[in-house]
């Protein structure tokens, strides 16, 4: 099973950017996502990306969020701009169980601890 980890969080002012990334221990072929869950909701999905590279983001996220993927380093990253507080949450990397993309979480079965994105003032 593939070990992720997670790095980039911290704190940003609203309307700043962050780059999280996601690296993993071997190559994948398999979709890759990015979920988050802020205190008191429900984890939910932002955003994922197949292997070739076409990507799919929530709504919430549109327009202000770009993934990426790097299969030569096995690292996926999240360029977050224009953030919100409603952007703050724990963000976690997973791979999926399917080569197409989805943000339901039952297609992941291998999850990253997550690193902690605060946007404040």
């Known amino acids: 099973q593939l070990q992720l980890v997670e790095s980039g969080g911290g704190l940003v002012q609203p309307g700043g950017s962050l780059r999280l990334s996601c690296a993993y221990s071997g190559f994948t072929s398999y979709a890759i996502g990015w979920f988050r869950q802020a205190p008191g909701k429900e984890r939910e999905g932002v955003s994922c990306?197949?292997?070739?590279?076409?990507?799919y983001y929530a709504d919430s996220v549109k327009g202000r969020f770009t993934i990426s993927r790097d299969n030569a380093k096995n690292t996926v990253y999240l360029q977050m701009s224009s953030l919100t507080p409603e952007d703050a949450a724990v963000y976690y990397c997973?791979?999926?169980?399917?080569?197409?993309?989805?943000?339901?979480?039952?297609?992941?079965?291998?999850w990253g601890q997550g690193t902690q994105v605060t946007v404040s003032s």
């Open positions: 997973a791979v999926s169980t399917y080569y197409s993309c989805g943000l339901d979480q039952k297609r992941y079965d291998n």
């Open positions: 990306i197949i292997n070739g590279g076409r990507t």
